[in-house]
């Protein structure tokens, strides 16, 4: 379903962050305008991240329109 397929690109996009030297401060932070995915910091800044995925199949049809 799409809130497992999201659960596994937020996965993935932390995994990259890390790789890439972001501390990961807080995922799902949420309030009442809305949800942010990932809080992070690299270096001197704090970076706000939303990550969007998409199926093979979906990608594939948005290619072709």
Known sequence: N???LGAI???HA???LKGKKYE???LNFS???????IIARHKNSIV???VKTRSQQSSEKAWKQ
């Open 2 to 4: 799409s809130k497992e």
């Open 9 to 11: 690109g937020e996965r």
């Open 14 to 16: 932390v995994n990259y």
């Open 24 to 26: 990961i401060l807080q």
């Open 31 to 37: 309030c009442p305008y809305g949800e942010i995915d």
């Open 48 to 50: 706000f991240i939303e």
